[in-house]
C-alpha cells in the first residue's frame, strides 16, 4: 500500500531528471518560401449575368434583317454588263468582286458624292472619280480586293441619299459595274410632266378670241393667291390664279346674289384656273376662320349697270 503511495512522485521525478539531462534538440528546419503552400482563394461571388447575355439573340435578330433587306444580282437587272439595280431606302445591295479586277460603282448623273467609309480599308483599295460635265456629270466609286474571300460592308452618302453595299471577293468572278434606277424620281418627274401639260393645256377650246370678255375688276383683299384676272366665254366664266396657288390652299368661290346673298357654286379646277359654267355678274373667294380673307371679282359691265362700285 505504502509502495503505491510512492509511485505517483517517484514516476514524475524519473521523467523530470530525464528531460534535464536530454541532449539539446535540433533547432526546427526552415522551409523555403515557395514550398508554403499559398491559401485557397476565397469563392468568387455570384453576380447576375449582365445585360449582354442576350447578344446571340440579337445578333441573330440582326442577321435575320439584313438577309431580308439583301438584293441580290439577278439576270433580268442586267443592262448590258451593268447590273442595275432598283433604289429603296433602306435595301443592302450586294457587290462581288475580284482580285486584278476593278468593280465600278455608279451614282445617279448629277448626284454629288459626300462620303465613303469602308469597314476594311487595308484589304481593298477603294477610290472615286467622275465622268461627264455639267448636268450630266456622275460620280464612280471603284474598288477592288487584295485578295479572294473577303467580306466588308461600303457605305456611300451623297447629297440626295445614302447606299449601304454588302461586298464579297471570289477568285475569278468580279462586278464589271453596278448602278441604280429611281423609282421614286421617276414618279416624281412623272407628276411633273402632268402638272406641267395640264398647265399648258387650254382651258377652253373653239371658242373665238372675240368671243373673250376681260371686263372684270378684282378688288379686297390681296393674299398670295389673289387672282391675276377673270374672263369670260359668254358661257363660261375663268378666274386665273398664280403659280403659287398649287402650293397654297384654294379660296372656295361664292357668287353674289342680286339681293346681296353669298351662294357656294360649282366650279371645276384645270391647272390654275377655275372654270364656272355659268356667268356671274359679282363673286367672292374667301378663305380662313374669325378673319377671313376676301377677293371680289366684279363683271365690269354688271357694275355699271348697277351704278355701283364695289370695292
Request: aromatic share 8%.
Amino acid at each position: 500500500m505504502t509502495h503505491i503511495l510512492f509511485s505517483g512522485p517517484v514516476l514524475l521525478l524519473a521523467g523530470t531528471v530525464q528531460a534535464q539531462n536530454a541532449p539539446p534538440s535540433a533547432p526546427p528546419a526552415t522551409i523555403p518560401p515557395a514550398q508554403i503552400a499559398a491559401p485557397a482563394p476565397a469563392p468568387l461571388p455570384i453576380v447576375a449575368p449582365a445585360p449582354w447575355h442576350r447578344l446571340p439573340v440579337t445578333a441573330r435578330r440582326v442577321a435575320a434583317a439584313n438577309r431580308g433587306a439583301m438584293r441580290e444580282p439577278s439576270s433580268a437587272g442586267y443592262q448590258g454588263a451593268v447590273q442595275l439595280y432598283p433604289w429603296v431606302e433602306g435595301t443592302l445591295y450586294r457587290v462581288f468582286a475580284a482580285p486584278e479586277r476593278v468593280t465600278d460603282i455608279a451614282l445617279q448623273p448629277g448626284e454629288a458624292l459626300v462620303a465613303i467609309a469602308a469597314g476594311d480599308t487595308s484589304r481593298w483599295t477603294i477610290g472615286d472619280t467622275s465622268s461627264g460635265s455639267g448636268e450630266t456629270r456622275r460620280t464612280h466609286i471603284l474598288l477592288k480586293p487584295y485578295s479572294a474571300g473577303l467580306a466588308t460592308n461600303l457605305v456611300i452618302t451623297t447629297d440626295r441619299r445614302s447606299y449601304h453595299l454588302e461586298l464579297a471577293s471570289t477568285p475569278r468572278t468580279a462586278m464589271a459595274a453596278i448602278s441604280w434606277t429611281y423609282p421614286a424620281d421617276a414618279l416624281i418627274a412623272l407628276k411633273r410632266d402632268a402638272v406641267a401639260a395640264d398647265e399648258a393645256r387650254p382651258v377652253a377650246t373653239g371658242v373665238p378670241l372675240e368671243a373673250l370678255q376681260f371686263g372684270y375688276r378684282i378688288s379686297g383683299d390681296t393674299p398670295s393667291w389673289r387672282p391675276l384676272r377673270a374672263f369670260d366665254d359668254g358661257r363660261q366664266s375663268f378666274i386665273e390664279f398664280p403659280a403659287s396657288i398649287a402650293r397654297d390652299e384654294a379660296p372656295p368661290l361664292f357668287v353674289i346674289g342680286t339681293d346681296g346673298t353669298a351662294e357656294l357654286v360649282n366650279y371645276r379646277v384645270a391647272g390654275r384656273f377655275y372654270v364656272v359654267d355659268r356667268l356671274f355678274g359679282a363673286a367672292e373667294l374667301r378663305l380662313g376662320g374669325k378673319k377671313q380673307q376676301i377677293v371680289r371679282i366684279t363683271r365690269e359691265e354688271s357694275r355699271r349697270a348697277r351704278g355701283g362700285r364695289h370695292d
